[in-house]
């Protein structure tokens, strides 16, 4: 998921170098969405993580 993130804010900076000022607008929304869903994903997953580790060691 973090792969597609930076691939869109990539797209958007290109975009945005040429001109499309609305196909990098979309592009950056779309990465920004993702990378939003990346984080949520990634602290959920840390959280369960660190609570199997207290339950394995204590």
């Known amino acids: ?3 597609w993130a930076l691939i869109f804010f990539i ?3 290109i975009a ?10 979309a592009t950056a929304t779309i990465a920004r ?3 939003t ?3 949520i994903v990634f602290l959920v997953f840390l959280i ?3 609570l199997a ?6």
Do not use: C, Q, R, T
Request: charged share 5%; no cysteine.
């Open 53 to 58: 580790g207290n339950a394995v060691v204590g």
């Open 16 to 25: 945005g170098y040429f001109g499309f000022s609305g196909v990098s607008a």
């Open 1 to 3: 998921m973090l792969k």
């Open 11 to 13: 797209i958007s900076l």
């Open 37 to 39: 869903i990346f984080v």
């Open 33 to 35: 969405v993702l990378f």
């Open 48 to 50: 369960l993580a660190v």
